[in-house]
């Protein structure tokens, strides 16, 4: 179909390209790129009447991010946050959005051994 699709994610439990939003019945996914590769999209999903599912994309990482293996969440904050890199696969940062309006709230230069903490803590 021509429906934005979720790419894989290797592990279902732990963080990964899907999750559900804590205030409204929507699933949010990473929109794979024709090839499969995750695109820089994150779409929402209406999941309350699942005869007509309505897809949107939601979210658009900045220009020069892309997501990292560890993908995207809802913190405890209820903002969502995606751990990234740039096209070169350095400089890992968590970029922030606020999960009712999708505006962007921070971008946080981290390590890769840190940013799995900007995923579940609090963050500002």
């Known amino acids: 179909t ?13 963080e990964g390209t ?10 949010l996914f990473i929109k794979a790129n ?4 995750p695109s820089q999209t994150i779409c929402k999903v209406d999941i309350s009447n699942p ?10 990482l900045p220009k020069d ?8 969440r809802i913190n405890s904050e209820n903002n969502i946050v995606a751990s990234t890199v740039n096209s070169s ?3 890992p940062q968590a970029v922030i959005y606020r999960s009712g309006d ?20 609090k963050t500002n």
């Open 51 to 60: 005869r007509n599912l309505g897809i949107t994309e939601f979210i658009t």
């Open 102 to 121: 999708a505006t962007l709230v921070t971008t946080v230069a981290t390590t890769a051994t840190d940013v799995k903490s900007f995923l579940f803590n």
């Open 65 to 72: 991010r892309q997501f990292t293996g560890i993908g995207f």
């Open 18 to 27: 899907l999750t559900l939003s804590t205030t409204e019945n929507a699933l």
């Open 34 to 37: 024709d090839n499969g590769t």
């Open 89 to 91: 696969g350095n400089d």
């Open 2 to 14: 021509n429906s934005p699709h979720a790419t894989a994610s290797w592990n279902p439990w732990n």
